[in-house]
């Protein structure tokens, strides 16, 4: 198992006093709260800097540590001394704080659990909430994913480890960014034939190449002719659904909005497809398209600028 | 140890659907009282006047548990608790209203004039 550096987790010297880890502690905490950083990795951080936190701020457990010398680097290989790093001492913990908690972290002060009256209680299992990035496409028709968790789990001798465990999650129609789904019954295991917690999936919607969601909203920028704008057209234009017609109004200009009813995320009501106008112009690379440019800037008498007054 | 489990069916927590108070407690792992003080602060919007007719939307189904994470893990108090999840609300909104924006703007291209 990987030695941890309990002091470099939070960022603080060996000598440190027990004032500047509190502080240093409630810092990360407020940083790598899963509910307030947007860092990919904020829930294996906060754990760490929880179990750094609860080694530390304890002066018996921090002892128990700091027994194992400062020659040890983080991630370095560590076997446990004979005997384990704290045999002479008794740490209580309840199973939930354990399930928390690395190896490296139940190899010094131990997995199993001095059972008093309230540890005997049945108690629910932890809520787990996991993060899952889901295509556009899939969340306009709904379907199913593999999504692969480390959940923990209690093992036949009443340890807890972790199981990789793969579920097959339909994902309902008309899901939108930062929605979650509830699986009831699929979080961390219960504790004295407690009820399992439930596991929470949280929506975040992939970059697409052609749409971006704004709720139920869909947009979409089309690019379009300048003489299509001008004397309007009807053009074929992406939706989630599939290819639809659009007709263009004769003097369209750009950034102008037309909206595509129904054609956004399935719901009731569904979602609007916005498609924005972006005009085009055809690159000046030949004769013939330099003269028709010549042209139109004689015939026009265009100044877009007009209103700049210059 | 790997398994692959057979489909499982989640809920979508969306504005369809709704909890009364009991389950919500449950949900949050929080006490009917906690919730009714965050009712009172504001920070929950149940439909319905009196507790027993509140329902919470899946929306404030996140809310409830999100406030009680924050109130226990930072040890905020009950405003502070309020204003973070409001303040956190308004940045995500902001972050995707960007998104969008930045979406619209398209790639970006720019030249030196010639």
């Known amino acids: 198992m990987e030695y941890k550096d309990y002091y470099k987790t939070l960022g603080v010297a060996r000598d440190a006093s027990q004032d500047e880890i509190k502080r240093a502690y409630r810092r990360l905490a407020r940083k790598y709260h899963p509910d307030v950083s947007k860092e990919t990795d904020a829930e294996a951080r906060f754990k760490e800097i929880n179990e ?33 790093g704290a045999d002479h001492q008794e740490f209580h913990f309840s199973p939930e704080e354990a399930a928390e908690f690395s190896d490296f972290f139940s190899s010094l ?21 996991v993060r899952i990035g889901i295509d556009l496409e899939d969340a306009y028709h709904g379907g199913t994913r593999q999504i692969r968790l480390d959940l923990p789990e209690h093992g036949p001798d009443g340890r ?46 992939n970059p697409h190449r052609l749409f971006s969601a704004d709720g139920k909203d869909i947009l979409l920028r089309l690019p379009i002719a300048p003489w299509e704008a001008a004397l309007g057209a009807t053009v074929s234009v992406p939706t989630l659904g599939g290819t639809v017609n659009l007709k263009i109004p004769p003097g369209s200009q750009n950034g102008q909005r037309l909206r595509l ?6 719901g009731d009501p569904p979602g609007d497809e916005l498609v924005i106008i972006e005009i085009v112009t055809p690159p000046a690379t030949t004769e013939t398209a330099k003269a028709a440019y010549r042209e139109m800037a004689e015939r026009l008498k265009f100044n877009p600028r007009a209103e700049m007054g210059v | 140890m790997t398994q692959i489990e057979t489909r499982i069916d989640g809920i979508l927590l969306d504005e369809a659907v709704t909890v009364d ?9 929080s006490s009917g009282r906690t919730v009714r003080l965050m009712v009172t602060e504001g920070l929950l919007r149940p439909s319905g006047t009196l507790p027993e007719e509140w ?60």
């Open chain 2, 21 to 29: 108070l009991a389950e919500l407690t449950r949900l949050c792992g």
């Open chain 1, 109 to 129: 002060f131990g997995r199993e659990f001095h059972p008093g009256a309230r540890d005997q209680q049945r108690r629910r299992g932890h809520d787990q909430t």
């Open chain 1, 160 to 205: 807890i480890g972790s199981r990789l465990r793969t579920l097959n999650v339909r994902i309902p129609p008309g899901v939108t960014h930062g929605r979650q789904i509830r699986l009831a019954g699929q979080g961390a295991p219960g504790v004295n034939g407690g009820k399992p917690g439930d596991l929470y999936l949280e929506v975040d919607m």
């Open chain 1, 52 to 84: 750094a936190n609860e080694v530390l701020r304890d002066p018996e457990k921090r002892a128990a540590y700091d027994a194992l010398g400062s020659n040890w680097r983080a991630g370095q290989d560590f076997r446990p001394p004979p005997g384990g």
């Open chain 1, 261 to 266: 009813k129904g054609r956004g995320m399935p």
């Open chain 2, 55 to 114: 329902r919470f939307d899946g929306i404030e189904i996140r809310r409830a548990r999100r406030a009680v994470r924050l109130q226990r893990d930072l040890e905020l108090n009950l405003p502070g608790t309020a204003l973070a999840l409001d303040l956190l609300e308004e940045l995500e909104c902001l972050r995707e209203r960007l998104r969008i924006l930045e979406h619209q703007l398209g790639p970006r291209r720019s030249r030196e004039p010639s």
